[in-house]
């Protein structure tokens, strides 16, 4: 394998930096500003242009996934036909198998391609705030901080989650260099994501630091009680100057959280608890699943909801039974309203892969995936930034998929593992291994 590689190197043709810049600005652009609707159609074609330019393989485990895939979709059938749900989902979940399964080969400018993908990334984030910022001060309400991101499909959330993303990656890096102006540049995404006012991602980046440097030491528990409390303190006291109805309103939903009552508990937990009334009811629907866009993603609304995604020619009018009986009526015309925000919105990947592509299909694509990238990140010597950075985006992106349905937001979903899929090839391309296994 490792003559393979070596072979391989020799052959391509490197990307140079300049070619590198525009492909990394191009892709900020697309996953950053409003132009995040191309994604719809252009995201397969986007993934296949990163192996192409960032010449990454693809691992022999894909074929395995694709595989059970296929046979999920398949034995769906015994619940009825339901072609429009079903493709629109594949077409999302296919396309992150694959970019999932990316196996990047070492490559020596590969330092180059993470750092240049992130000053684009920084830049077009960078602009955004910078309107953003105008935007809130001319109207002061927590919908006003958009920037270029615009409000297509995740709105300011989406713009709150990467400037999540940029404030933990300057942080890391700071650590890394003690360079004071990394820590600046830090310190302002952090504000720009508080500026978005989404609780359940502020809480999510909450939650991931302690994950991401948690480490069995007096000292590093000490640092990230210090961290998060310090990140909690800015976001309680910047909202409450800032926008004290915004702050009221997150305090609201935490303690319906907290304490659910039968009449007020919010729609988030009712589709958790419709999920196992539902397919805890058949042992094969929950073991097999109902089929592709069948519950609660956010495909089955694009589909089977009349009022979501107003494009008909995906449209169809039969609802399968289960985002019919246990989805559907959580979120429709009837029973949402403008401040219907995230207590009351039953999305979660997490269950919408449970319940339509099944148990044991979820159970396979995460060990398959776990396999991988262990495989691929067994570092040799000294971890550096770059492993604490990958760690993040991953436990991030876990988080995120399980609060909503970000699994098919490619701006999202995509971008976290495209960067993730960066650090691994820098992560092999500084650290080469002698013992190169097989994918």
């Avoid at 809480?203 to 994950?211: G, H």
């Avoid at 039969?318 to 959580?330: C, E, K, S, V």
Wanted: charged letters at 10%; hydrophobic letters at 50%; proline letters at 5%.
């Amino acid at each position: 394998m490792a003559a393979s590689i070596d072979n391989q190197l020799k052959q391509h043709v490197p990307l140079t930096v300049s070619t590198s810049t525009l492909f990394s600005f191009v892709l900020a652009i697309l996953f950053c500003t409003q132009l995040r609707f191309g994604l719809l159609l252009l995201f397969p074609i986007i993934v296949l242009f990163c192996f192409v330019a960032y010449r990454w393989n693809l691992s022999f485990k894909v074929v395995i996934a694709l595989i059970a895939l296929a046979a999920v979709w398949l034995l769906s059938f015994r619940l009825g036909i339901f072609l429009k749900y079903n493709l629109v989902s594949l077409y999302y979940i296919v396309t992150l198998i694959i970019l999932l399964f990316a196996a990047p080969v070492p490559v020596v400018e590969s330092k180059e391609r993470l750092r240049v993908l992130m000053n684009c990334i920084t830049g077009v984030v960078m602009v955004n705030n910078v309107f953003g910022v105008i935007q809130y001060i001319n109207f002061p309400n927590d919908d006003s901080f958009e920037g270029l991101y615009g409000r297509f499909t995740v709105t300011q959330n989406g713009l709150s989650i990467v400037n999540g993303m940029l404030f933990v990656y300057y942080f890391i890096r700071y650590q890394s260099t003690g360079n004071m102006r990394l820590l600046w540049l830090s310190g302002l995404f952090l504000i720009c994501s508080i500026l978005g006012f989404y609780g359940a991602g502020l809480m999510v980046l909450l939650l991931a630091l302690p994950l991401t440097f948690f480490r069995f030491s007096v000292s590093k528990i000490f640092q990230a009680v210090l961290i998060i409390a310090f990140i909690g303190g800015i976001a309680y006291y910047a909202m409450r100057s800032i926008s004290p109805n915004t702050l009221n309103y997150n305090l609201a939903i935490i303690e319906r959280f907290i304490d659910p009552k039968p009449e007020t508990m919010p729609r988030k937990l009712l589709a958790i608890k419709n999920y196992f009334n539902g397919y805890g009811s058949s042992a094969t629907d929950l073991l097999l699943g109902s089929g592709p866009g069948t519950f609660n993603s956010r495909s089955a609304f694009m589909v089977g909801s009349p009022s979501y995604f107003d494009v008909g020619f995906i449209k169809q009018e039969a609802q399968p039974p289960y985002f019919q009986n246990y989805a559907y009526p959580l979120w429709n015309a009837t029973n949402t309203g403008p401040y219907d925000g995230f207590m009351n919105q039953p999305f979660s990947s997490l269950f919408a892969m449970l319940g339509e592509y099944g148990l044991l299909f979820t159970i396979l694509l995460v060990s398959l995936a776990y396999s991988h990238r262990k495989t691929l990140l067994r570092p040799a010597g000294k971890q550096q930034w770059h492993h604490t950075f990958l760690r993040f985006v991953t436990v991030y992106l876990i988080l995120l998929i399980s609060i909503d349905n970000y699994l098919e937001y490619p701006e999202i979903t995509g971008l976290l593992l495209i960067i993730a899929t960066l650090c691994i090839q820098q992560i092999k391309s500084t650290q080469p291994r002698a013992d190169s296994v097989s994918n």
